[in-house]
């Protein structure tokens, strides 16, 4: 059972213009929620994050928003450039009775920005 | 600052063979620590994590196991490797609770044979 979802295996946009990178969860208890970025070959990278207490979260040119009614988030990025083609990750925080912070993560999304 | 170093970087073994992976991270002192697996078009997996010293919980049933004897490394190891144990292993650390950002390292390329 996969409780965080990114439907789209991969996105392609033109440089200057804004990619939306889409994050569906199922788990109403996740109340933590970050980004990765990766290049092939090697590790995640942390993008930004964003608490459950908050709709929004902004970072230089990347947004996170969050829906909780609607289980869903996305990350924003504006103006896109060539440096950020890659996979990105969604992932949620579980709490298991306090006892350690584990994060489930999504398929990722292979996004190609076009010069 | 705090670093993560993971060995070997890329690994070719033969089906039956042993493993040992190691994770040390420096510039902090009892972190979380983390091992991860992503497969072939698939995302991160999450297959042991550990509070700290001797002390593993595991996520999945395999045929890995994983083990911590001292602060900041980590080791994920096999005794016989399957062709299923293919993919990119990637260790993690995290401070805390009110920090839940994980860290991630380089990762390893295993490829079983």
């Known amino acids: 059972d996969q409780q965080v979802k990114q439907n789209s295996p991969s996105l392609s946009v033109q440089e200057g213009r804004i990619s939306i990178l889409n994050c569906d969860y199922t788990?109403?208890?996740?109340?933590?929620f970050l980004w990765y970025k990766k290049y092939p070959a090697e590790g995640p990278t942390f993008l930004i994050s964003?608490?459950?207490?908050?709709d929004k979260n902004e970072d230089g040119r990347f947004t996170v928003f969050l829906n909780k009614s609607a289980k869903h988030l996305s990350l924003h990025i504006v103006p896109s450039q060539p440096g950020d083609s890659a996979v990105y990750f969604c992932?949620?925080?579980?709490?298991?009775?306090?006892?350690?912070?584990?994060?489930?993560f999504g398929t990722g999304t292979l996004l190609a920005v076009q010069p | 600052s705090q670093t993560i170093h993971q060995w070997p970087a890329t690994l070719v073994q033969p089906v039956g063979s042993p493993l040992s992976l190691e994770c040390t991270v420096e510039?902090?002192?009892?972190?979380?620590l983390y091992w991860y697996r992503q497969a072939a078009g698939r995302g991160l997996q999450l297959l042991f994590y550990?509070?700290?010293?001797?002390?593993i919980s595991s996520e999945v049933p395999q045929n890995l196991s994983a083990s911590r004897p001292q602060d900041r490394q980590f080791i994920l190891s096999s005794k016989k490797l399957l062709l299923s144990d293919s993919g990119f292993y990637l260790c993690?650390?995290?401070?805390?609770?009110?920090?839940?950002?994980?860290?991630f390292g380089p990762g390893t390329r295993l490829t079983v044979l």
């Open positions: 993690a650390w995290s401070v805390g609770q009110a920090t839940d950002t994980q860290y």
């Open positions: 788990n109403s208890m996740f109340d933590y």
């Open positions: 964003i608490s459950s207490i908050k």
């Open positions: 992932a949620a925080r579980a709490l298991y009775g306090g006892a350690t912070n584990k994060l489930i």
């Open positions: 510039g902090t002192s009892n972190p979380n």
């Open positions: 550990s509070v700290g010293i001797g002390q």
